[in-house]
């Protein structure tokens, strides 16, 4: 029992090394500590997992010297990064510390290289400001990234993607209301642009997780995210549009309505459905908080049922 104990105790010691190495980046030396581990236990499901990392980054590290353009360098790692989420697969949530090492060397490294762009380019564009925010998103430093986000996002306004980043943000900090406006405007202006495997809001993980138990894949799954937020209760922030807004929403809702009429099976390939859906829950809003007579509500809502008797059901209850 004591040996037993003793073993565990000194393949801990060696994963909490290389936790630190991954941390720094230097996956060689990782590699050398986890053999040491794997002489101790060889199915250690903490060692084998870490030697499955270790050896997909140090593949990727020598690019890195290759490469001169500093932000060449932050597109190749946050490049790589989404092939590693990808590359472990179900073993993210098994693995967890370990990942979150190497996303702080990825996020952290990259981080060095865009500031450094900033920097030299004295040019506040909208796309190194967002990278910057995304880096400090990845390291845990949600202060900073809601910081350049909020700068990108003045900078570059209707951007979905930086909307989706910087609502997730308030969501890690907290700021409930103010992720659930940005994450509604960033799924209304175009759910294609929302990067979803990067969203680390737990609300909008477990919609996005019920969705799929409902049968929903991407790319459709992103255009059904808006309309079941409203029906679940996480887009539940309301407000009124502008004349403007109003005009160019009317609009698109005419728009959508001729290409259903037209041809239903064509609006269902591209998207149409779930799109139409979210607007009319839009307008509906809208009527709601400008006083507008219940007749026009009655009349929004029938057009959902039209359109889609399980979600007006759903909806209305």
């Known amino acids: 029992m004591g040996e037993s104990l003793s073993k565990e105790d000194a393949i801990h010691e060696k994963i909490n090394a ?17 053999e040491d581990a794997l002489a101790l236990d060889f199915e250690h499901k903490d060692v084998l997992s870490a030697l499955k990392c270790a050896n997909f980054w140090k593949e990727r590290v020598p690019r890195l010297s290759e490469m001169t353009d500093p932000f060449e360098i932050g597109e190749y790692l946050f490049k790589e990064w989404k092939v590693f989420l990808h590359f472990m ?8 510390q370990g990942i979150f090492a190497i996303r702080q060397w990825v996020f952290g490294h990259a981080l060095l290289k865009y500031t450094k762009v900033l920097r030299e380019s004295g040019d506040h564009d909208a796309e190194i400001l967002f990278r910057v925010g995304r880096c400090y998103k990845g390291i845990g430093d949600y202060e900073h990234a809601i910081e350049f986000m909020e700068m990108a996002n003045r900078k570059r306004r209707e951007d979905p993607e930086i909307l989706a980043e910087l609502a997730d943000c308030y969501a890690i900090i907290n700021e409930v209301r103010a992720s659930k406006v940005f994450f509604r405007e960033a799924f209304f202006i175009n759910p294609q642009k929302v990067d979803i495997t990067n969203l680390e809001s737990l609300a909008i993980c477990r919609l996005i997780e019920r969705l799929q138990d409902m049968g929903y894949a991407s790319p459709e799954l992103q255009e059904w995210i808006p309309v079941y937020g409203v029906i679940f209760g996480v887009f539940n922030v309301k407000r009124e549009l502008k004349a403007i807004e109003y005009g160019k929403l009317k609009q698109t809702i005419f728009s959508y309505e001729a290409m259903v009429a037209e041809d239903r099976e064509r609006a269902v390939r591209e998207f149409v459905i779930p799109r139409l859906l979210n607007r009319y829950f839009w307008l509906i809003d809208h009527y709601i908080i400008s006083g507008e007579p219940r007749e026009k509500i009655d009349e929004v809502l029938s057009k959902i049922r039209n359109l889609d008797e399980s979600i007006y059901a759903q909806y209305n209850n």
């Open 18 to 34: 290389v936790y630190s190495l991954f941390r720094r980046g230097d996956f060689t030396d990782a590699l050398e500590v986890l």
């Open 89 to 96: 697969g179900n073993k993210r949530d098994s693995f967890e």
